[in-house]
C-alpha cells in the first residue's frame, strides 16, 4: 500500500466558547450535491466549509441506486432533464471514471406492458439525442441470461452505474486537500441575520457538544430533504414534499447491465448492478419527514412482486439489506411525485430578502455536478469571482481513502506479504485492518471522529451477508486498542451501528438471511447481552 | 468370498509390507483376492481436472465389474476417491455419458453396481469384530497404540459413510482384540500432511511433527493408520531430522492383526517390528 | 442407486445441537437404542453457560438474581412456555443429570445455584446464567475492589481487554489490562488452534513469565475463553499454580471454545454408549406406520432407512434449520408440524434490534403438551411418540429471556423419560 | 573392395562409437554430477544374455524379441565372422555343410520371423501408437535387418539355382567335362540342389544314378543335402523362369557385395540407431537406481546413456497407472515413453516447442510415481528416478511446476489477467461447477468455524494467505480468480475438516479442490502465454 498519500493534513479547528471561524462559503449538507460544491468553489479558488450534521450521504445521496441516467428513462415524462443526464453522463465517465462503471443499460418491456410506450420509446430517444438500440430479445436473454422468457421488446442504452459513497468521499477529499474543510457532525443551530444577510451561523458538534460561530459570506442550504427546516432558521418558507423511495440490495450480482423496466416509471421496476451486488427499487411514498425512514416490509414485498416480472430470479435470491431515501420535492402539483419535478430546485433568497442565502434540492444524483455548477455560479456572481466552472474539465482525482468503499476491493499484494500482519476485521467484505487505518486516518485528518459508524460509511464494513454481526466487536476491539475510543462509548457506538444495520435488514429477514440475523442476535444479545445495557 | 484387490499405487514400492501382510491376512479370514490391471485411483488428478479424477475411478469400477467383483483396498486415500466417483458418477448425468463414452472405447462398462471396500470397514462390517476375535490365538503383548483415522475415508462423511466422523471407534475396536492397547489422542482424525508433501515439504512436515508430538504426549509407543499413504508419512518421514525427538514407532495394522491371528512372521512382510516375537499367548 | 443401509432403534434424535446431545445422552443411559442425525457443528455456536433463566419479566431490563422467582412469575403469566410445562423440579433434575453426565467425560460445571451467576463477557457486559463450566466460574468471584487483570492476545480478534476495561470501569475501578505477544504465533490467531497450546506446558511458562509482573498487583486474572480444549481445567488449574493467581476465562464470539468442549465431550461419550451417529444426514419423507417411524436418512451418498419407535424432534430454529421461513410464512422442516407464529411478517421483527421485548419471531415455533409431544392446531398430539425439545419450542424467547440450555436441557430430560416410561410400561 | 568396405565401417563405426561417448560424457557432465559409475553386474549380465526384464515383462515380446536376438546372435558370430569362430572348432568347416547350412537358414529364420513380428506389434499395439512419431521410430534398423537377412536369403537363392557358379565349382573341384558325365551330374544337381540350367537336361533314372555316384565322388564332402536350406531352397524352388535371367547375369556376383555391404551399414549404424540399445541396456541395467545423493547434489537428469538405452518399446505405457488421465487430456506426455523421448531430445537436441515443454511438465507432473514403470522397463532404465529429476529440470527451463509457479506469482498479476482468463475457462469442462454457482457458498454465515478446524491455518504461517472461509467470500465477490491464485488453495490437505464441520453444509472442501483446478488450468495458459511472450521477445 502507498503509504504516503494520506490526504493533506488540516491545521485542526480548534474552536472553543465564542471563538469565530471565518471563510467565504459555509455548505450545509455533506452530500454528493454538498461536496460537490464544495468542491465546485474550492477549485474556484474561494474558501469553503462543509458542515454536515452526521456524516457524509446521510441522506438521499446514500439512499438511491447509484444509478447514472443515459436520460432515456425520462425522455417521455421530461426530455429536458433527459437531455441534461446524457451530457452529464458524458462529463462523469470523462472524469470520475473510478467511481463509476460502464454498464450500459437495457430497456425491457415484458408480456402485459403498454404497447404504445414500447412503439413511442425509440422515437422519443432520437427526439432528445439518446443512443438506443433495438435488441431481439432472445439475443438480449443471452446478454443477460436471467432476464424474463416474458420478454417482448429490448433497447440497449448507455446507462451506467456510479458509487455515490466514493464520489463524495473523493469530492471531499479533493476538496480538503486543496485547503477547505469538512466538519462532520456539526449542526446549525441557528442563523444570525442582521440587515437582510446572515452574519453567522451557530453551530454544535454534535459529539462533543461544542458550540461555535461560523461567519461567512455565503451560505449555501444543500441539505436536500432538510432544506425547508433549514431555510425556516432563516426564516424563509420552502414548500416541500417527500417521497420515500426504498431499496433492496441483492447478496450477488445479477446482471451485468442496469436493466430498466420499459414503461412509464413506476416502482420496483429498475436494477443497477453495484459491484458484486444488484440494487431493486424503487418505491415512492409520499412521508411527512424525511427524518427516521426505513422499508417496510410491505414496501419489500411489493418491490419483489413488481421486479420478478422483470428478473424472475428476483423471487428466489437472497437479499442482504434494504435501504431507503428521500426525494426532495419543491412541489406545487398533485399526482405521482414522480412527475412533479426530478429537475432540481436553486433558490437564489434574495428575493426572500436574505442576500447570502441559497439553497440548492432536489434533482438526481446523474445531474450532481450540473447542479454544484449552477449554485457554485450563484456564489460566484454574489462574490464577484468571475472563474468558470472547472468540474467539467479537471478529473476527480482517485484517493486512498476512498478506495475501500468499493464493493470487492482486493489491494492484492498485501496478501501476499503482510496478510499475517494485516488481518481482515470485516470478513465478509474482506476490510483488512490497514485499511480500517487509512480510513481512521482520514476521518481524523477531515476533524471526525473515527467510530463504527463512520467507518463503516466509508468501508464496505458491515455491508457484507453477516451485517455487522462479527466485524463490529472486532472493529470496536481494534479501536479501542488504538486507542481512538476510550471510556464507555464503545459499547453505545456498538449499539448504535448495530441497530442502523437493523433497520436495513428487519424487513426482509426470512430464508438464510434470517439465519444470519439469528445467530447475530444470539451473539449480541444471547451472549453479550446489550439489549440490557 | 472373492474380491478384487485394488492396491493403489504407492504400496507396491512404498510400503510392500503392507501388501504382503494384507493379502496374508486376507487368506488367513478366507478371502480370495484378484489381481486386476486396475490403474491410479484418481486422487492425485483430483488437482488438475475433476473430469480425469472420476474417470479413473469409473474405469477401475467397471474393470472390476467385467469380473463381477467388488472391490477391497488398504488404503483410505483410494477408498475415498473411488467413494467420490461413485457419488458423482451417481449424481450427474452429463458426467456418466461421458464416462460411458470413454469407457466404451476400451469394451468396458460400468452400471454403478460394484462396492468399493476399505481393510478396516470390511473387517468390521463384513466380518465381524467377535468373528475376528474368534479366530485369534496370539495375544499381543500390551503395547500402547494411537491410531490415525485418515481424512479420506472418515470425510466427507455423507459421502463415504465410514464411520463416525467427529468421534470414529471401528479402529480402535478392532486393534483392541488383538491385545494392543489403544491410547486416546487429540489429533486421531487429523490429516498427517502426506498429500501436499510434494508440494509444500516444510508444511506437510510441521503438520506430520505435531501429529507425532500429540501421539508422544498421549503416551503411546506405536502410531498405526490402516491407510498406505498416511502410513508412507510416518514411515518414511517421521525418522528424519526434526521429528527424530519423538519416541513414536509406526507399525503396520495388517501385521498387527496378522500377528494377533498367528501368520507366520516370514508371510507378514521382511521388515518386522521385534514385537511380534514377544507375542504372549 | 446409493448405497442403502437399514438400522433399527428405539429411539431417533433428530438434531445435534444441545438439546439433541442431551437428549441422545439421557436416551442412551437409560439404555434405549439411539439413532442421531444432524449436524454437531452448531455447538460452536454455544456459549458454554447453561441458562436457566435470566430476565423476566423482559420490560424489567434487568438480569434475575434468583431465577425462581422469575419462574414462579413466568408460569403465571405464561403458561404455554415450555418452563410453564415442566415445573422447577424437572429442570433442576435435568441440569443435575447434564453435570454428572458431562463429569464423566471429564468436562466440570459448576452445579446450579439458587442465584444466578453473572458472567463477565467479551464484550465487557454480564450474562445472568446458572450452570457454568469450572474454568469460568472463579469469575464470578469478581467484587468492586478485588484488583484485576484482563489479558487480551494479539491477533485473537473480538477480544480486547482495554475495552473491557473501559466498560468495567463504572462498576469496577480497578482493572489492569495486559495485551500478550503470543510467542511463536504471528498474525490471526484462530480459536480452536490457539486453545491447543495452552494445553502445553512450555506455552503456559512463556505466557506466565509475560503476567509476572502484574502479580503482586492483582488477585484475579480474566482471559478469554481459549484455554485448552480437552484438558481446559487442567491447563488452567497449571497456570494458577505458575502465576498464583485466580483464573478464569471469559467466553467471546462464536466459534466458542466452552462450546467445541461441549461437542467433544458429547460426541465422545454418546459414540461410547454407542449412539448412532448420522452426521449431516437429512431426514426425507418421515412416515408413521402405526408402530414405528419410517425415516429416510439421506446423505449425499447413502441411504439409511431408520425404523424407529420414537422421533426427538431437536433441529433447533432459523440457523439449526429446524424451521425455515420462506418470505411469508414459517414452516417446519422435517414433519411439516404446525408452527405457531405471528400473522404476518411485518409482525415477525421490530424496528428496533434491541428491543425490550424483543421480536415476535422468536416466539414464533412448535407448540407441545406438557411432555412435548407436539400438537396440532386442535391440541390433540400429532404421533403418540413424536416429541419436539430444546430451541423449536414456541413461546420461548430464548435469546432474550436467557434460557437456552434450561428449556433444552428440560424438554429433553422430559421427553425422554416420557418414551422411556411408556416404553418400560409397554413391554 | 570387400576389405576396404569392411574396414571404413568399422572405422566409421569406432567413430561413431567414440563420438557418442564423448557425447554422453559432454551432456552428462552438463546434467549430472559426477558419481562413481557403481555398477551392479550380475542383473545386467543376466538381462542381456536372456533378457529376462523382457521375459517378465512379456513373455510374447519376449519371445519375439529373443528369435532375433538368438538367430541374430549366431548369424554374427556363426555366419559372418565363420573364419573367427568355426573354421578354428571344427576342421571340416564348409558354409555348405549340415548343420552349418541348416542352422544358418534357421536362424534367418527366427530372425525373419521375429522382425515381422516386431513390425505386427507396432502396428496393432494400442497404447505405443498413441504417439505417431514414437511409433515409426525404430523402424529402420528393423528394415534393415529385414533387408540384409532378405539379401542373404536371397544371395543364398542364388547360389543355389546359379548355373554358372555350378561350372565353376566343377571346375574347381572336379576334372569332369561333358564326356565324363558332366551332365548327369547337372542332372542330379537340377533334381536334388535345385540349380537351374539353361539347357533342358534328360533325366532318368539311370542318369541320375551316375549323377549320384558323381556327387558322392566330388561333392558330398562339401555340400549337404540342399533341403537343410529350407528357406532358400524353397526360395529357389520355387524361382522357375526368372531363374535362367539372374543366372545369365551373374545375380549371385553382384547379390554378395549387396548382402555384406548391408552388414556393414549395420555396423556403422550401430552407434546411431536403435541396434545402439544392444550396447546402452547393459550399461543402463548396470547402473543403480537414482539415489538421494543425486537430489542432494541438486542434479536433475538421470545419465545420458542410460536414457538412450530406450528402444522405444512402449511397455511402460502399457502399466502406466495415469493412462486413464492420458484417454481424456490426450497428451501424449503423459505416458512414459513419450516422455523419455521428450527428455532425449531435451538433452541431445534440446529442440522443445514451448506447448511441448509445458506438455511434458503437465504430463509428468501427472505422474503418480508408482514405480510401474521402471519396474517393468526391459531396458532397466530408471525411469521413475527420470521423473522425479524432471520437474527441477523443467523449472531451470521456465517451465516450473504450477505450484511453484502459482506460489511465485503475484496475486495482482494473477488478478489482472482475470478477465481474458473469464471467458477461456469453464467451456466444455465437466466439473461439479461449485465455484460458478452462488448458491454453493452464498449460505456462509461467517462463522469462521472451517478456519478454525483447518490445519493448514493452523500450522501455514507465512506459508499460507487465504482462509478457508476468506475463499468463500472471495467466491462470493466475485474474485474467483483470485481466489484461485492463493496459496490456501494449493497448501489445501484436502483433509475435508471444514465441510464436515460446516454448519452451513457448505463443501469448502471441494470448492478449494475446484479452485485448484481453475488455477492449474490459469497457470497452464499463462506460462505457454509467458513463453510466448519470451519468444516474441527474442
Known amino acids: 500500500m502507498k503509504k504516503n498519500q494520506h490526504p493533506v493534513k488540516l491545521p485542526l479547528l480548534v474552536a472553543t466558547g465564542d471563538d ?99 412503439t413511442d420509446f425509440p422515437d422519443m430517444c432520437k427526439k432528445s439525442g439518446i443512443p438506443s438500440k433495438k435488441i431481439d430479445p432472445k439475443e438480449a436473454r443471452e446478454m443477460e441470461p436471467s432476464l424474463s422468457d ?186 405521482d411525485d414522480r412527475d412533479v419535478s426530478r429537475g432540481f ?126 466485524c463490529s466487536i472486532r472493529i470496536l476491539s481494534h479501536l479501542h486498542d488504538r486507542g481512538e475510543i476510550i471510556g464507555q462509548t464503545g459499547i453505545n457506538d456498538l449499539k448504535y451501528f448495530l441497530n442502523e444495520r437493523w433497520k436495513g435488514e428487519q424487513s426482509l429477514l426470512w430464508g438464510q438471511a434470517l439465519v444470519q440475523s439469528s445467530l447475530k442476535e444470539m451473539i449480541h444479545c444471547g451472549l453479550f447481552g446489550l439489549e440490557l445495557v | 468370498m472373492k474380491l478384487a484387490y485394488f492396491p493403489g499405487c504407492k504400496i507396491n514400492f512404498y510400503l510392500r509390507d503392507y501388501d504382503t501382510s494384507f493379502k496374508s491376512l486376507m487368506e488367513k479370514l478366507g478371502v480370495d483376492l484378484v489381481q486386476l490391471p486396475f490403474n491410479c485411483c484418481g486422487y492425485p488428478a483430483r488437482s488438475t481436472s475433476f473430469e480425469i479424477s472420476v474417470f479413473s475411478s469409473i474405469r477401475n469400477f467397471a474393470l472390476a465389474r467385467k469380473y463381477d467383483l467388488d472391490i477391497i483396498t488398504p488404503c483410505k486415500c483410494c477408498f475415498g476417491q473411488l467413494k467420490y466417483a461413485s457419488y458423482q458418477w451417481h449424481e450427474n448425468k452429463e458426467l456418466k455419458q461421458r464416462m460411458d463414452c470413454l469407457l466404451a472405447d476400451e469394451n468396458l462398462f460400468w452400471d454403478g453396481k460394484t462396492k468399493i471396500k476399505h481393510l478396516l470397514s470390511f473387517l468390521y462390517n463384513d466380518i465381524g469384530v467377535l468373528e475376528i476375535k474368534k479366530k485369534i490365538d496370539h495375544k499381543l503383548p500390551e503395547k500402547k497404540i494411537v491410531t490415525q483415522y485418515g481424512c479420506h475415508a472418515l470425510r466427507p462423511f455423507t459421502i463415504t459413510g465410514f464411520d463416525n466422523p467427529h468421534a470414529p471407534g471401528i479402529f480402535e475396536e478392532l486393534i483392541n482384540i488383538t491385545g494392543f492397547k489403544t491410547v486416546e489422542w487429540s489429533k486421531s482424525t487429523e490429516c498427517c500432511g502426506n498429500p501436499i508433501y510434494t508440494s509444500n515439504k516444510n508444511l506437510s512436515l510441521k503438520i506430520l511433527n505435531s501429529k507425532l508430538k500429540a501421539a508422544s504426549e498421549s503416551g503411546a509407543d506405536h502410531i498405526c493408520t490402516a491407510c498406505t499413504h498416511c502410513q508412507i508419512q510416518y514411515n518414511d518421514l517421521s525418522f528424519q531430522n526434526e521429528c527424530q525427538k519423538h519416541n513414536i514407532t509406526p507399525v503396520l495394522f495388517t501385521q498387527i492383526l496378522g500377528a494377533a491371528l498367528g501368520i507366520k512372521k516370514e508371510k507378514l512382510g521382511e521388515d518386522r517390528l521385534p514385537i511380534f516375537d514377544l507375542r504372549v499367548s | 442407486m446409493k448405497d442403502k443401509k437399514y438400522i433399527t432403534c428405539d429411539i431417533t434424535v433428530i438434531g445435534a445441537g444441545f438439546a439433541g446431545m442431551v437428549a441422545a445422552a439421557r436416551a442412551s443411559a437409560l439404555g434405549l437404542k439411539t439413532v442421531q442425525t444432524g449436524n454437531s457443528s452448531q455447538l460452536y455456536f454455544a456459549s458454554g453457560l447453561f441458562d436457566f433463566l435470566g430476565v423476566y419479566p423482559l420490560h424489567s431490563r434487568i438480569p434475575l438474581k434468583d431465577p425462581r422467582t422469575g419462574l414462579e412469575l413466568l408460569q403465571k403469566e405464561m403458561p404455554d412456555h415450555p418452563y410453564s410445562k415442566t415445573g422447577l423440579e424437572a429442570i433442576l433434575k435435568s441440569f443435575d443429570f447434564l453435570a454428572r453426565f458431562l463429569q464423566s467425560t471429564g468436562l466440570n460445571y459448576v452445579k446450579p445455584d439458587k442465584r444466578n451467576r453473572s458472567v463477565l463477557t467479551a464484550a465487557g457486559t454480564f450474562k445472568p446464567t446458572c450452570m457454568i463450566p469450572e474454568t469460568i466460574s472463579k469469575g464470578c468471584l469478581l467484587k468492586n475492589n478485588t484488583p484485576l487483570l484482563l489479558v487480551d492476545f494479539k491477533g485473537l480478534k473480538g477480544f480486547c481487554a482495554g475495552q473491557m476495561a473501559d466498560v468495567l470501569k463504572k462498576i469496577h475501578p480497578n482493572i489492569l489490562t495486559l495485551s500478550v505477544d503470543v510467542p511463536g504465533e504471528g498474525g490471526d490467531l484462530n480459536p480452536t488452534y490457539f486453545a491447543t497450546l495452552f494445553e502445553d506446558s512450555s506455552f503456559l511458562k512463556k505466557l506466565a513469565t509475560q503476567i509476572s509482573p502484574f502479580l503482586d498487583k492483582v488477585e484475579l486474572m480474566g482471559m478469554p475463553a481459549v484455554c485448552g480444549v480437552n484438558k481446559s481445567l487442567d491447563a488452567l488449574t497449571r497456570l494458577e499454580k505458575m502465576t498464583g493467581l485466580d483464573i478464569f476465562e471469559i467466553p467471546m464470539m462464536p466459534p466458542s471454545i466452552p462450546g467445541l468442549r461441549l461437542k467433544n465431550a458429547f460426541e465422545k461419550k454418546l459414540a461410547e454408549n454407542n449412539v448412532h451417529f448420522l452426521t449431516q444426514a437429512k431426514i426425507k419423507s418421515p412416515q408413521f406406520n402405526g408402530s414405528e417411524f419410517v425415516l429416510d436418512a439421506v446423505n449425499q451418498n447413502m441411504e439409511t432407512q431408520i425404523r424407529s419407535r420414537g422421533v426427538i424432534l431437536a433441529t433447533g430454529r432459523f440457523p439449526g434449520g429446524g424451521l425455515h421461513a420462506q418470505r411469508g410464512y414459517i414452516q417446519e422442516t422435517v414433519f411439516n408440524l404446525p408452527v405457531y407464529q405471528p400473522d404476518k411478517r411485518s409482525l415477525w421483527h421490530h424496528i428496533n434490534f434491541f428491543e425490550q421485548q424483543g421480536h415476535m419471531i422468536n416466539t414464533a415455533g412448535v407448540e407441545t403438551d406438557n411432555v412435548f409431544r407436539p400438537v396440532d392446531t386442535h391440541g390433540a398430539v400429532v404421533y403418540e411418540n413424536l416429541y419436539a425439545i430444546g430451541t423449536i419450542l414456541a413461546h420461548n424467547d430464548w435469546v432474550r429471556l436467557k434460557s437456552g440450555s434450561g428449556v433444552s436441557a428440560v424438554s429433553a430430560f422430559t421427553s425422554v423419560n416420557d418414551f422411556y416410561k411408556k416404553s418400560a410400561a409397554g413391554h | ?68 536376438f538368438s538367430g541374430f546372435i549366431y548369424l554374427v558370430f556363426f555366419h559372418a565372422l565363420d573364419e573367427l569362430t568355426v573354421f578354428n572348432l571344427f576342421q571340416y568347416y564348409q558354409p555348405t555343410l549340415d548343420p552349418f547350412q541348416f542352422l544358418r537358414n534357421f536362424a534367418g529364420f527366427l530372425v525373419l520371423v521375429g522382425c515381422i513380428g516386431f513390425l505386427f506389434r507396432r502396428s496393432f499395439n494400442t497404447r505405443i501408437n498413441q504417439d505417431n512419431k514414437i511409433k515409426y521410430k525404430g523402424i529402420f534398423s528393423i528394415i534393415l535387418i529385414l533387408l540384409v537377412i532378405t539379401s542373404g536369403f536371397m544371395l543364398e537363392t542364388i547360389k543355389i539355382i546359379s548355373e554358372p557358379a555350378f561350372l565353376e565349382m566343377v571346375e574347381d573341384y572336379s576334372d569332369l567335362d561333358e564326356e565324363t558325365g558332366l551332365d548327369n551330374l547337372k542332372i542330379y544337381w537340377k533334381t536334388h540342389y535345385q540349380v537351374s540350367f539353361k539347357k533342358d537336361l534328360l533325366i532318368t533314372e539311370d542318369t541320375l544314378e551316375r549323377g549320384r555316384l558323381l556327387n558322392n565322388d566330388y561333392c558330398l564332402d562339401c555340400h549337404s543335402k540342399i533341403k537343410s536350406a529350407f528357406v532358400s531352397n524353397a526360395f529357389a524352388m520355387h524361382l522357375g523362369k526368372p531363374a535362367n535371367f539372374l543366372n545369365h547375369y551373374r545375380a549371385d556376383n553382384w547379390l554378395y557385395p549387396i548382402h555384406y555391404l548391408l552388414s556393414f551399414l549395420m555396423l556403422v549404424c550401430l552407434p546411431f540407431s536403435r541396434f545402439f540399445h544392444m550396447l546402452l541396456i547393459p550399461f543402463a541395467s548396470a547402473r543403480h537406481k537414482v539415489t538421494d545423493k543425486y537430489f542432494q547434489k541438486k542434479a536433475v537428469f538421470i545419465h545420458p546413456a542410460t536414457l538412450a538405452a530406450c528402444t522405444n518399446c512402449g511397455i511402460c505405457s502399457e502399466v502406466c497407472s495415469v493412462y486413464p488421465n492420458f484417454l481424456i487430456t490426450r497428451n501424449k506426455q503423459i505416458l512414459p515413453h513419450s516422455k523419455i523421448e521428450s527428455a532425449r531430445k531435451i538433452i541431445f537436441t534440446a529442440h522443445l516447442k514451448p506447448e511441448e515443454l509445458n506438455q511434458l511438465q503437465l504430463g509428468n507432473d501427472d505422474c503418480t510415481m508408482c514405480n510401474n514403470c521402471t519396474d517393468i522397463c526391459p531396458s532397466g532404465i530408471d525411469l521413475q528416478g527420470l521423473w522425479k529429476t524432471l520437474p527441477q529440470t523443467l523449472q531451470k527451463m521456465g517451465y516450473p511446476d504450477n505450484y511453484t509457479f502459482v506460489k511465485d506469482k503475484a496475486l495482482q498479476e494473477w488478478g489482472n489477467k482475470e478477465s481474458e482468463k473469464e471467458q477461456a475457462t469453464g467451456a466444455h469442462e465437466l466439473t461439479e461447477n461449485l465455484t460458478g454457482r452462488v448458491y454453493s457458498f452464498e449460505n456462509c454465515v461467517q462463522c469462521t468455524i472451517c478456519t478454525n478446524v483447518c490445519p493448514v491455518v493452523a500450522y501455514g504461517g507465512n506459508d499460507n494467505d487465504m482462509t478457508p472461509q476468506q475463499i468463500m467470500n472471495l467466491l462470493r465477490l466475485g474474485k474467483k480468480q483470485t481466489a484461485a491464485g492463493t496459496r490456501m488453495v494449493w497448501n489445501c490437505l484436502t483433509c475435508y475438516l471444514c465441510q464436515e464441520h460446516c454448519p452451513s453444509e457448505i463443501k469448502v472442501a471441494d470448492i478449494i479442490i475446484e479452485l485448484r483446478n481453475i488455477s492449474n488450468q490459469a497457470a497452464d495458459r499463462l506460462k505457454i502465454m509467458n513463453a510466448a511472450d519470451k519468444a516474441n521477445k527474442l
Open chain 1, 20 to 118: 469565530i471561524v471565518e471563510t467565504d462559503v459555509l455548505i450545509i449538507g455533506g452530500g454528493v450535491t454538498g461536496t460537490g460544491i464544495a468542491r465546485d468553489l474550492t477549485l474556484r479558488g474561494l474558501d469553503v466549509i462543509l458542515i454536515e450534521t452526521s456524516d457524509l450521504n446521510a441522506g438521499a445521496s446514500g439512499g438511491n441506486h447509484g444509478l447514472l441516467h443515459s436520460g432515456a428513462r425520462y425522455v417521455c415524462s421530461d426530455p429536458e432533464a433527459a437531455v441534461e443526464c446524457a451530457t452529464e453522463l458524458e462529463i462523469l465517465k470523462k472524469n470520475a471514471g473510478h467511481c463509476i462503471e460502464e454498464t450500459g443499460g437495457l430497456f425491457v418491456a415484458v408480456k402485459g406492458d403498454k404497447e404504445n410506450y414500447i
Open chain 1, 150 to 335: 416474458e420478454t417482448i421488446a429490448v433497447y440497449k442504452v448507455n446507462d451506467a452505474s456510479i458509487n455515490p459513497f466514493k464520489l463524495s468521499i473523493e469530492n471531499i477529499n479533493d476538496a480538503v486537500s486543496r485547503g477547505s474543510c469538512y466538519l462532520s457532525h456539526t449542526r446549525i443551530e441557528t442563523f444570525k441575520i442582521e440587515n437582510k444577510a446572515i452574519v453567522y451561523a451557530r453551530v454544535r458538534n454534535q459529539i462533543s457538544g461544542e458550540i461555535y460561530k461560523i461567519k461567512a459570506k455565503t451560505y449555501v442550504n444543500a441539505t436536500g430533504a432538510w432544506a425547508g427546516s433549514i431555510a425556516a432558521m432563516a426564516g424563509i418558507h420552502i414548500s416541500m414534499v417527500f417521497s420515500k423511495g426504498s431499496l433492496l440490495v441483492t447478496s450477488k450480482r445479477i446482471t451485468k447491465r442496469v436493466i430498466s423496466r420499459l414503461r412509464k416509471p413506476t416502482d420496483g421496476d429498475i436494477l443497477v448492478p453495484g459491484g458484486v451486488v444488484s440494487i431493486l427499487g424503487t418505491t415512492s411514498v409520499r412521508i411527512k419527514s424525511p427524518d427516521n425512514i426505513y422499508p417496510t416490509v410491505k414496501e419489500v414485498d411489493y418491490i419483489i412482486s413488481e421486479g420478478e416480472k422483470l428478473i424472475p430470479e428476483l423471487k428466489t435470491c437472497r437479499y442482504i439489506r434494504a435501504y431507503a431515501g428521500v426525494r426532495p420535492l419543491v412541489s406545487m402539483g398533485k399526482g
Open chain 1, 345 to 470: 430546485t436553486l433558490l437564489d433568497h434574495e428575493k426572500d430578502q436574505v442576500h447570502n442565502f441559497i439553497t440548492i434540492t432536489g434533482g438526481k444524483l446523474s445531474t450532481y455536478r450540473l447542479m454544484a455548477e449552477k449554485t457554485s455560479d450563484i456564489v460566484c456572481k454574489k462574490h464577484r469571482v468571475s472563474v468558470e466552472c472547472r468540474t467539467k474539465t479537471i478529473p476527480l482525482p482517485s484517493t486512498h481513502s476512498g478506495e475501500w468503499s468499493e464493493p470487492g476491493v482486493l489491494v492484492n499484494d498485501p496478501f501476499k506479504s503482510d496478510a499475517l500482519e494485516d488481518p481482515f476485521l470485516c470478513e465478509c467484505e474482506m476490510v483488512p485492518a490497514s485499511a480500517i487505518n487509512t480510513v481512521i486516518d482520514s476521518i481524523k485528518n477531515n476533524g471526525g471522529k473515527p467510530d463504527l459508524s463512520s467507518i463503516a460509511l466509508r468501508t464496505r464494513v458491515g455491508k457484507g451477508p453477516c451485517q455487522g454481526a462479527f
Open chain 4, 1 to 68: 573392395m570387400f576389405q576396404i568396405a569392411l574396414y571404413t565401417s568399422l572405422i566409421l563405426s569406432t567413430a561413431g562409437l567414440l563420438f557418442q561417448v564423448y557425447r554422453f560424457k559432454k551432456k552428462g557432465s552438463l546434467w549430472v554430477p559426477k558419481l562413481k559409475l557403481n555398477l551392479d553386474l550380475k542383473p545386467a549380465l543376466f538381462n542381456t544374455i536372456f533378457q529376462s526384464r523382457l521375459f517378465r515383462a512379456s513373455k510374447t515380446r519376449w519371445a519375439v524379441h529373443f528369435l532375433v
